[in-house]
């Protein structure tokens, strides 16, 4: 992700926005960008308990009346700040007309409150961020209702394993470390990258393997040093001699428990991941990896997409 000219931000007036509006505001006026802002209706139907008098298509016109009236009043105070704005009140399933409008107005950024709609407490990406992370065609920066204002720390999570040298998770990794450090500058935020990494086979290396204690532990040094050169060599290659100042983070593990632990350590506000699409197939679920990721952490994500990634969704 490299210029933002263009967010579009799903407004849910029913969940808690305050602190997705306050990064979408100071996002646009640090980049420049312009902004749409988008509330997604559900059809009203003729029910069979409403009333003879009262016409589905009256109460839809109120609804809409009232939600673009909610949009006009956040806009205002986007446009007193200087920011282009827009509003636009569609109708239908949200997934479906966000995706739909992503794709016509060239949406270079989708953000959204990632608030789950249910009251589980270990839900913490509501179903619609969830749907958006996995098939939106650009960019989708879901917003935790309690992050930190202003942003302290952003994390951008690599896989530098030599085996993904020529798949999706290796074109990634360039466009995970260059928005971290691009967004850490633009928000003054601290940057930083975190890879995880296991021996293969390791919970059996000594159990089924024979190994030595000795011969184990100078496995995992060798292991750490070589994960660590990748890593010194990957950010002298991709980020320039500023954004090479980003610190770097390669710990023991697998990658959602090492994320996780990572980002409450360093008490990361946002957390850059990439996603993969499955090959032969338009779209994709995220991964079994980002899926493990998304459902730990505790932070804000920005889901990144991989180069040639499609949308599944006919938009007809």
Known sequence: MENITHILFLSRPDLNQDMS????????????????????????????????????????????????????????????????????????????????????????????????????????????????????PCPVWAVKSTSYYPMRNIMGAVDLNPDNDDNQRANLNPDIATTTAMLAGLLSAKAHLVQAWKLDNEDHLQTRGGLDDSTFERLHRDMQRHYESRMANFCANVLSEQQTKIKTHVVHGTPAHVVAQQTDYHNVDLLVMGTLSRQGILGMLIGNTAEDILNSVDCSVLALKPPGFVCPVKLD
């Open 21 to 136: 509006l306050r990064q979408v505001r100071q996002l646009c006026q640090k980049s420049g960008a312009k902004l749409t802002l988008m509330e997604v209706m559900t059809p009203v139907s003729q029910s069979l308990f409403m009333p003879e008098k009262v016409l589905a298509s009256q109460v839809e016109s109120k609804l809409t009346e009232h939600a673009q009236k909610s949009l006009d009043m956040i806009a205002e105070d986007f446009i007193h700040a200087g920011i282009q704005t827009t509003t636009l009140v569609a109708k239908g399933k949200p997934v479906i007309e966000v995706l739909r409008k992503v794709n016509e107005l060239s949406v270079d950024l989708l953000m959204l409150n990632a608030q789950s709609e249910s009251n589980l407490k270990q839900r913490i990406f509501g179903s619609t961020a969830q749907h958006l992370i996995r098939k939106c």
